[in-house]
């Protein structure tokens, strides 16, 4: 994987989780579909439908799913299932390489956050698992923001730009899902891709 960093004196780094830090998005797709399933999906989960869920907040994605198969379901319990089936598999979290040995470089003359749609519950063991809580000590998630102000709106950018100390237009922000990156831009962030089905 090449990642094209763009010219520019950053001060600060944001990274996406799930998918730009981690490679769990397969993980989370296995979990979805079993969650799906149990809750009335008779038919495998469209995994480009899943995709373009990336960086959505669990409980809207619940119900986007639901919706586009016609089932009625509780997101919540949804939610709850889900998560469940994904905390059984985070042994099999595997780094994405190139992001991490930046992010690894960076750490040791700037300042690093992450920036998840996952809630805290999920997301925290999951930088555990793939041991990266030594290199995050800042970790925004939902319920750092308002309801509804999770990406693509930029509130937890901008939160993870105000906990690092450094002004939204100097963050160089990473991110795989286009929510992410949408929030990104309209931090004020510059964005660098990653790709997030990785090979």
């Known amino acids: 994987m090449q990642l094209d960093i763009p010219a520019g004196d950053f001060a600060g780094y944001i990274f996406d989780l799930d998918g730009t830090l981690i490679n769990t998005m397969p993980l989370h797709y296995r979990a979805w579909d079993s969650a799906m399933r149990q809750h009335g999906l008779g038919e495998v989960l469209n995994e480009d439908l899943f995709y373009s869920l990336g960086g959505v907040p669990t409980v809207r994605v619940a119900e986007l799913i639901g919706a586009h198969y016609g089932l009625v379901v509780d997101p919540l319990k949804v939610e709850h299932t889900k998560e469940g089936f994904f905390l059984t598999m985070l042994d099999a979290v595997e780094h994405i390489a190139p992001v991490v040995e930046f992010a690894r470089r960076m750490s040791l003359t700037h300042p690093v956050s992450i920036a998840t749609g996952g809630m805290p519950e999920i997301a925290l063991p999951a ?13 925004v998630t939902p319920k750092d923001v308002g309801p509804g102000r999770g990406k693509p709106e930029p509130d937890m950018f901008l939160e993870a730009a105000r906990q690092m100390g450094v002004p939204p237009a100097q963050c160089l922000v990473f991110e795989d899902a286009e929510p992410g990156i949408r929030a990104a831009l309209a931090a004020g962030m510059q964005v660098v891709r990653v790709p997030s089905r990785v090979v």
């Open 127 to 139: 930088i555990k698992a793939a041991g990266l809580d030594d290199l995050f000590k800042i970790v």
